[in-house]
């Protein structure tokens, strides 16, 4: 258990920063859904839309530090080139 202030500050800190972080990660996972149900029903025009949708909020997700650079662009060029193979 954390003894000193700056410790107790740290772990109400790093509470804080988890709630957020989680729900980020969750909008960032919602939106590439959204890509992949699209896929799924095989509709072109709609899943262009949602991937132009998904592509600021991974970019935001790396920014904010939520996610790795290449993490985010792993899972954009995958969605691209699923998109455009429909």
Do not use: C, W, Y
Not at 59 to 69: C, F, N, P
């Amino acid at each position: 258990m954390a003894n000193t202030p700056q410790a107790k500050k740290r772990i109400r800190r790093n509470d804080r920063r988890a709630e957020i972080n989680t729900s980020r990660m969750s909008r960032i996972r919602n939106f590439v859904k959204k890509v992949e149900l699209a896929l799924e029903t095989g509709d072109k025009k709609e899943a262009q839309t949602a991937l132009q949708n998904a592509q600021p909020e991974l970019a935001r997700g790396v920014a904010r530090g939520v996610l790795h650079k290449n993490t985010a662009a792993r899972k954009m060029s995958r969605l691209s080139k699923r998109v455009a193979a429909l």
